[in-house]
C-alpha cells in the first residue's frame, strides 16, 4: 500500500501567515512556553499544585 504524501501548498501557508501577522509569533510563544513548563516539571519533580515526596523545590505563579 502506497502512502499519500500529505504536504501543505505554498500559497495555503503564505495565506495563513498574512492573515494572521500574529500567527508565527503565538505560536512560538505557546512552543517555548511549553517547553519551560515540561523543564521545570521535570527539574522539580512535581507538576503545579502536586505534592509528592520527592519535590525538589517550589515555583512562583505567573499571570496571563
Not at 517547553?35 to 515555583?59: K, Q, S, V
Amino acid at each position: 500500500m502506497t502512502k499519500e504524501k500529505v504536504a501543505p501548498k505554498f500559497e495555503e501557508v503564505k495565506a495563513l501567515f498574512t492573515e494572521n501577522s500574529d500567527a508565527l509569533r503565538n505560536l512560538l510563544q505557546k512552543m517555548v512556553q511549553d517547553i519551560l513548563e515540561g523543564e521545570m516539571e521535570n527539574f522539580l519533580e512535581a507538576g503545579p499544585y502536586e505534592r509528592t515526596e520527592t519535590r525538589r523545590g517550589y515555583r512562583a505563579g505567573y499571570y496571563s
